[in-house]
């Protein structure tokens, strides 16, 4: 038996057009994160989904609705899919980061799995909770095809974690796009990456994060 996850990275929020770390700071989409976020429905609309997750935040809520939308579902809300929580650095600049605090950025830049942000949580914590979030979701769905909206650091942590990779070398994984779609398949209690980073949907609507995160 074959479930089958996508997972999606939500679309252009208001935090990356300002460069903020959001966390789990609850800003919504741009006008453009809700066209990328149509355009990553239509790539569904002659496809079988039996379920739509998300995080509980906005930004990613907001880019899988067009797709609950379309096949008659309720989106069903798990917030072991939020981004990171980012205690200290929630809500600033990622310029007031790095200058408030250089070395954990520095560690956040050039060594993500050993990264911890101050008062919030690590890489490796982030890691176990939405690890927890998918065998969660994929465990109530059998079978069946789930599309879940999720965010940067929680996919780049499952691409590592699923890729056989410790957690801690998460460094070697690269961020996915906005509006991106990652393919996943269980069967037999093993995970499979079909694709990553799919945004080739998006065409000139392709977004990116900013280098200096």
Do not use: C, Q
């Given at each position: 038996m074959k479930t089958i996850l996508y997972l999606i990275r939500h679309?252009?929020?208001?935090?990356?057009?300002?460069?903020?770390?959001?966390?789990?700071?609850?800003?919504?989409?741009?006008e453009l994160g809700r066209r990328q976020a149509a355009c990553t429905?239509?790539?569904?609309?002659?496809?079988?989904?039996?379920?739509?997750?998300?995080?509980?935040l906005l930004r990613a809520?907001?880019?899988?609705l067009p797709i609950a939308e379309a096949k008659g579902l309720a989106i069903q809300p798990e917030p072991g899919f939020r981004e990171i929580f980012a205690?200290?650095?929630?809500?600033?600049?990622?310029?007031?980061?790095?200058a408030r605090y250089p070395d954990a950025y520095a560690v956040w830049r050039r060594d993500i799995g050993r990264a911890a942000t101050p008062g919030g949580e690590t890489v490796v914590q982030l890691y176990d909770r939405v690890r927890a979030a998918l065998d969660y979701t994929a465990a109530a769905h059998p079978g069946e095809t789930v599309v879940i909206a999720t965010h940067a650091t929680p996919i780049r942590v499952l691409m590592a974690g699923l890729s056989g990779l410790p957690i801690e070398e998460t460094a070697r994984i690269p961020w996915v796009s906005n509006a991106s779609v990652t393919r996943l398949c269980l069967e037999d209690g093993h995970?499979?990456?079909?694709?990553?980073?799919?945004?080739?949907?998006?065409?000139?609507?392709?977004?990116?994060l900013p280098a200096n995160v």
């Open positions: 679309g252009e929020s208001l935090g990356n057009v300002r460069h903020i770390f959001l966390g789990h700071t609850d800003w919504d989409l741009t429905a239509a790539l569904f609309r002659d496809s079988a989904v039996d379920a739509v997750v998300a995080s509980d809520w907001n880019t899988v205690g200290d650095w929630e809500a600033r600049t990622f310029e007031d980061i790095e995970y499979t990456i079909d694709y990553a980073d799919r945004h080739d949907h998006l065409g000139a609507l392709t977004t990116v």
